[in-house]
């Protein structure tokens, strides 16, 4: 291999049950809904339709057995949406499940490859 190539690990994780139910990108919109409090805004932060958000949101409520978000109707201030308590403990077991397998990945990289080849 020549000197200036050098070998990067490549990964992804995500959740199943009938079919994928969570990842990255299911993470990125719940973390968004609860920065911006709107599914819109965290769906427009993530350059997706709103409707693509939603649907994307019931098909996982659907994989996963339990309601992901709390919807808030209009009114003056406008609508909104949170999380609900099972959403944010997936979330947060999701994120740290992702933190300790980046760690140990790296970790093993190193192990089997070194810093560099």
């Given at each position: 291999m020549e000197a200036n190539k050098r070998l990067i690990?490549?990964?992804k994780i995500w959740l199943e049950?009938?079919?994928?139910a969570f990842g990255d990108g299911?993470?990125?919109?719940?973390?968004?809904v609860?920065?911006?409090?709107?599914?819109?805004?965290?769906?427009?932060?993530?350059?997706?339709?709103?409707?693509h958000a939603w649907n994307l949101i019931r098909r996982l409520e659907q994989r996963l057995?339990?309601?992901?978000?709390?919807?808030q109707v209009g009114g003056r201030s406008g609508g909104g949406a949170s999380l609900?308590?099972?959403?944010r403990n997936l979330l947060n077991r999701y994120q740290g499940l992702?933190?300790?397998?980046?760690?140990?990945l790296?970790?093993?990289f190193r192990r089997y490859f070194g810093e560099s080849l």
């Open positions: 690990l490549k990964y049950t009938t079919g994928k299911p993470c990125e919109i719940l973390c968004g609860d920065r911006l409090g709107s599914l819109r805004a965290a769906a427009e932060g993530m350059n997706m339709s709103y409707s057995g339990f309601k992901l978000l709390h919807f609900t308590p099972e959403a992702k933190q300790e397998a980046e760690s140990a790296a970790a093993l």
